[in-house]
């Protein structure tokens, strides 16, 4: 039997997932209508909050549970797997925010390439026909030899050119931060996996499995839509349509079918994908 602690949390953990599911789909449908994604994804970023609590929370529960169980239970001197995954999810998680930090770094310097390569042509545009008269020339006591226009032209190519180096290395660091959240998930539930592996009965065994299983659902789930809501969000701001959200969707299809069981959310979300132009 487990703990009402342990049970309640359980309780939140199956709702917020469920409800974390059933927003992933409602912002997988809402990218086929522009107009509705910014109030969905902020509806999607309150239940993501909801999802986090609620994981935080029986984590927490579940934890204390197996350190109960374990202590009751015979010592076993050998490797800690227990330490191990933990101490791999942790590194998992902080290579995962400093990839994103850099990713943060790359919008900056994408923003200020876009803004030099604007100016660059814009100046260019405005002096080529100036500079073609000669009381302009005299003016400002410039040549008709004068190079600024090639001058303005080689800036605007070269910041195109850094523009399309940053956008590729942009979509790599994105699969990264998503390969890395998904290892540091993977790492947690190997760590739990091996701490429910010393629980001392049969009756905390199952408990903790039950609640192993809610709180892996529950991950799944929380890392899925976290994904689809950064991928919409930078689209957004790209405004260039949804070639970001098409491949976290796209993830989310893959893996939710087998962990969560549910079909016809799974299959809201595959037509949600055939739905969305991908080549954007």
């Not at 359980?10 to 910014?38: C, D, F, I, T």
């Not at 876009?114 to 814009?122: E, G, Q």
Request: with cysteine; glycine share 4%.
């Amino acid at each position: 039997m487990s703990s009402p602690a342990l049970a309640m949390a359980m309780a939140s953990a199956a709702a917020a997932s469920k409800k974390a599911l059933w927003v992933l789909a409602r912002l997988a449908q809402a990218l086929e209508a522009p107009e509705m994604v910014a109030a969905v994804l902020a509806e999607a970023k309150a239940v993501l909050a909801e999802a986090e609590e609620a994981l935080a929370g029986l984590e927490e529960v579940l934890v204390a549970e197996m350190a109960a169980a374990a202590a009751m239970a015979t010592p076993t001197p050998g490797f800690d797997a227990e330490g191990l995954y933990r101490a791999l999810g942790t590194a998992a998680d902080a290579s995962a925010s400093e990839l994103e930090r850099e990713l943060s770094r790359n919008r900056r310097r994408r923003w200020g390439l876009w803004v030099a390569r604007t100016i660059a042509l814009v100046l260019m545009l405005l002096c080529a026909p100036l500079l073609s008269l000669d009381v302009v020339r005299e003016a400002v006591g410039v040549t008709q030899e004068s190079h600024l226009v090639p001058c303005l032209a080689t800036v605007a190519l070269l910041c195109q050119v850094a523009l399309w180096g940053t956008r590729t290395s942009k979509d790599h660091l994105a699969t990264a931060v998503t390969h890395q959240r998904h290892q540091a998930v993977r790492y947690r539930r190997l760590a739990r996996d091996a701490a429910a592996a010393a629980a001392a009965t049969t009756e905390a065994t199952e408990a903790i499995a039950t609640a192993n299983a809610t709180l892996g659902t529950l991950e799944e789930v929380t890392g899925h839509l976290r994904s689809l809501v950064n991928a919409v969000t930078q689209d957004l701001e790209m405004a260039r349509g949804f070639p970001a959200s098409a491949r976290a969707l796209g993830d989310a299809v893959v893996a939710l079918g087998p962990a969560t069981g549910d079909k016809e959310g799974t299959e809201k979300l595959a037509r949600a994908l055939e739905a969305l132009p991908r080549d954007e």
